[in-house]
Antibody, heavy 118, light 111 residues
């Protein structure tokens, strides 16, 4: 069974940093693109970032480019999202998601809430 | 990149069929086959219902079907059931730097 478990969310002040982790199991992690998608409270879904299977290719949404960094540890089956210079508008539930092809995704984690507020 | 346009809400009675539209542009839905649909119940993570416009993942009911015409994709739920009450989001690959755009979301209510 595919499982994705996020952790690391919480309350942080504007300008602060946070690192999200996603522990993957039930599939061969090292062969999949992985993504982060976020959802503003009570609102829609927004794609944030993606990384290819071996970490050599990354892409970011314009809204987070230069502030967020995606990475992975295939030996530990963990995906990361380092978030720096956080803004109030980054407040959202962040989901770790497995890639399916053509920017489509299939399995989603349960999400971790990031709140940026003073 | 603007979000794909979906109706805010769609409703139907049990057993009926409903269709949710997802309108994009000639830079996303209109040119790519990578259109997917996700179901989200309150407080839960989204679940993939269709990908590549009309392909169902294993375990998804055949009551869910998809199509595309021009810049608009559609999700049809036939034989509507109470458990289908949820939010639905479409998504498409896009030629912009964002690479992906989600729809605005549609709340499906079963009367």
């Amino acid at each position: 069974e595919v499982q994705l478990v996020e952790s690391g969310g919480g309350l942080v002040q504007p300008g602060g940093s946070l690192r999200l982790s996603c522990a993957a199991s039930g599939f061969t992690f090292s062969t999949y693109w992985m993504h982060w998608v976020r959802q503003d409270p009570g609102k829609g879904l927004v794609w944030v970032s993606r990384m290819n299977h071996d970490g050599t290719n990354t892409t970011y949404a314009d809204s987070v480019k230069g502030r967020f960094t995606i990475s992975r540890d295939n030996a530990k089956n963990i995906l990361y999202l380092q978030m720096n210079s956080l803004r109030v508008e980054d407040t959202a539930v962040y989901y770790c998601v497995r890639g399916l092809g053509g920017m489509q995704v299939d399995y989603w984690g349960q999400g971790t809430l990031v709140t940026v507020s003073s | 990149q603007s979000a794909l346009t979906q109706p805010a809400s769609v409703s139907g009675s049990p057993g009926q069929s409903i269709t949710i539209s997802c309108t994009g542009t000639s830079s996303d839905v209109g040119v790519y086959k990578y259109v997917s649909w996700y179901q989200q119940h309150p407080g839960k993570a989204p679940k993939l219902m269709l990908y590549d416009v009309n392909t169902r993942p294993s375990g998804v009911s055949n009551r869910f079907s998809g199509s595309k015409s021009g810049n608009t994709a559609s999700l049809t739920i036939s034989g509507l059931q109470a458990e289908d009450e949820a939010d639905y989001y479409c998504s498409s690959y896009t030629g912009s730097s964002t690479l992906n755009v989600f729809g605005t979301g549609t709340k499906v209510s079963v009367l």
